[in-house]
């Protein structure tokens, strides 16, 4: 009983909350490159926590009172969601089956991929990103506008055992050869 008497208030001198994503308002696009050229589009967010510390000085003046700092947060993708934005038709459909098949995404078994941010500091954020089941550290640098983060990561598919075509994995691919590097870019709006 102590202990959780001790838990509780610890958390209360915290002062921990979270703040709410807009969901519809968020953006992600991703850009892969290959050998001779390069395919874009965009993912959604399914589910978004965003972990803050209140400041300790409280003013009565709404304009002139700190803003939250944000500690941490959680960030789930809906894969199914993928869409590809540079083609139009059977390609564009096409492209996007592939993206959900085993070779890449693997939607079938795993429909999210999963971003849980650890530290935050005002330029950067530190974290783990999870997809298909691997997890790997991340640092990524970011801007903040209003209630608007922006930023981009670049993460090595083959780390998340995507290794379609890639000149680590197969040789002589020639002009099929695609790059290991993905490009996401993404701006979280708060509410």
């Given at each position: 009983?102590k202990?959780?008497?001790?838990?509780i208030?610890?958390?209360?001198?915290?002062?921990?909350?979270?703040?709410?994503v807009?969901?519809?308002?968020?953006?992600f696009?991703?850009?892969?490159?290959?050998?001779?050229?390069?395919?874009?589009?965009?993912?959604?967010?399914?589910?978004?926590?965003?972990?803050?510390?209140?400041?300790?000085a409280?003013?009565?003046?709404?304009?002139?009172?700190?803003?939250?700092?944000?500690?941490?947060?959680?960030?789930?993708?809906?894969l199914?969601?993928?869409?590809?934005?540079?083609?139009?038709?059977?390609?564009?459909?096409?492209?996007?089956?592939?993206l959900k098949?085993?070779?890449?995404?693997?939607?079938?078994?795993?429909?999210?991929?999963k971003?849980?941010?650890?530290?935050?500091?005002?330029?950067?954020?530190?974290?783990k990103?999870?997809?298909?089941?691997?997890?790997?550290p991340i640092t990524?640098?970011?801007?903040?506008?209003?209630?608007?983060?922006?930023?981009?990561l670049?993460?090595?598919?083959?780390k998340?055992?995507?290794?379609?075509?890639s000149?680590?994995?197969?040789?002589?691919?020639?002009?099929?050869?695609?790059?290991d590097?993905?490009?996401?870019?993404?701006?979280?709006?708060?509410?």
């Amino acid at each position: 009983m102590k202990l959780f008497i001790f838990f509780i208030s610890t958390l209360m001198t915290l002062n921990l909350s979270a703040l709410e994503v807009d969901l519809d308002k968020s953006t992600f696009s991703w850009k892969g490159t290959k050998l001779n050229g390069e395919h874009m589009g965009t993912l959604k967010l399914k589910s978004a926590k965003i972990q803050t510390k209140e400041p300790k000085a409280k003013t009565k003046d709404k304009k002139k009172a700190p803003s939250h700092n944000v500690i941490g947060g959680e960030f789930v993708m809906d894969l199914n969601s993928i869409s590809v934005t540079d083609l139009e038709g059977k390609w564009k459909a096409k492209l996007e089956g592939h993206l959900k098949s085993e070779d890449f995404f693997e939607l079938s078994k795993y429909p999210t991929a999963k971003l849980i941010v650890s530290k935050v500091t005002d330029k950067e954020f530190t974290g783990k990103l999870t997809i298909k089941d691997q997890t790997h550290p991340i640092t990524v640098p970011y801007s903040k506008k209003g209630n608007e983060y922006s930023g981009s990561l670049k993460f090595d598919r083959t780390k998340f055992n995507m290794k379609y075509r890639s000149g680590n994995f197969f040789k002589d691919l020639g002009d099929k050869l695609i790059h290991d590097d993905v490009e996401l870019k993404f701006k979280v709006v708060l509410k």
